[in-house]
């Protein structure tokens, strides 16, 4: 059974930094899209950002300029990398990939971490 988890939430101050990893394991052939998304209170899950196999990226125009998606393919982890983070990106951050597994491929998500921007 695959499994998706996220590390490196937490909280942090107005203009600070975080990285977050998303590690996935379990019966692996190819992992395609990978995509991180949130949910802040009382408000919908959206896209932050999203990353194909070969690497091309799309970021929500929110965090353009100021969030760097990657992935590391062999390892099978995606990364977040947040800077000039604002109190608007407190959320529930969520990981999700679409993995070729058997017996068949399918979305799989993580159960989320938390980040908390205090102004």
């Known amino acids: 059974q695959v499994q998706l988890v996220e590390s490196g939430g937490g909280l942090v101050q107005a203009g600070g930094s975080l990285r977050l990893s998303c590690a996935a394991s379990?019966?692996?052939?190819?992992?395609?899209?990978m995509g991180w998304y949130r949910q802040a209170p009382g408000k919908q899950r959206e896209l932050v950002a999203s990353?194909?196999?070969?690497?091309?990226?799309h970021y929500a125009d929110s965090v353009k300029g100021r969030f760097t998606i990657s992935r590391d393919n062999a390892k099978y982890t995606m990364f977040l990398q947040m800077n000039s983070l604002k109190p608007e990106d407190t959320a529930v951050y969520y990981c999700t990939g679409n993995v070729l597994t058997t017996p068949r491929a399918g979305d799989y998500w993580g159960q989320g971490t938390q980040v908390t921007v205090s102004s």
């Open positions: 990353i194909t196999g070969g690497g091309s990226t």
């Open positions: 379990g019966i692996i052939f190819r992992i395609n899209d």
